[in-house]
């Protein structure tokens, strides 16, 4: 809560609105070895291939999650 706002989309096609500068969380994910681009109104953009695999959404979100407690940590 203290990183991402809403969650919107629906399906693969997702944006987390964020609460800090998207820029900020673009690089943490990029350096955390998820890739993203940003969107209007501070939202972060996910768009999965559609032949996506469960292990790789597993593999995502330890990354969201790793990206939000050390963003967290470093306020």
Same mark, same amino acid.
Request: net charge negative; aromatic share 0%; with cysteine.
């Given at each position: &809560?203290?990183?991402f706002?809403?969650? *919107?989309?629906? /399906?693969?096609?997702? /944006?987390?609105?964020?609460?800090v500068?998207?820029?900020d =969380?673009? #690089?943490?994910? *990029?350096?955390?070895g998820?890739?993203?681009? /940003? #969107? #209007?109104d501070n939202?972060?953009r996910?768009?999965? &291939?559609?032949i996506?695999?469960?292990?790789?959404v597993?593999?995502?979100?330890?990354?969201?999650?790793?990206v939000?407690?050390n963003? =967290?940590q #470093?306020?």
């Open positions: &809560p203290a990183v706002e809403e969650i *919107r989309g629906s /399906g693969l096609m997702l /944006g987390l609105k964020c609460r500068p998207n820029t =969380v673009i #690089a943490a994910m *990029r350096d955390g998820l890739l993203s681009v /940003g #969107a #209007a939202v972060i996910l768009l999965p &291939p559609l996506i695999e469960r292990s790789h597993d593999e995502a979100i330890a990354i969201l999650e790793n939000s407690k963003m =967290v #470093a306020a």
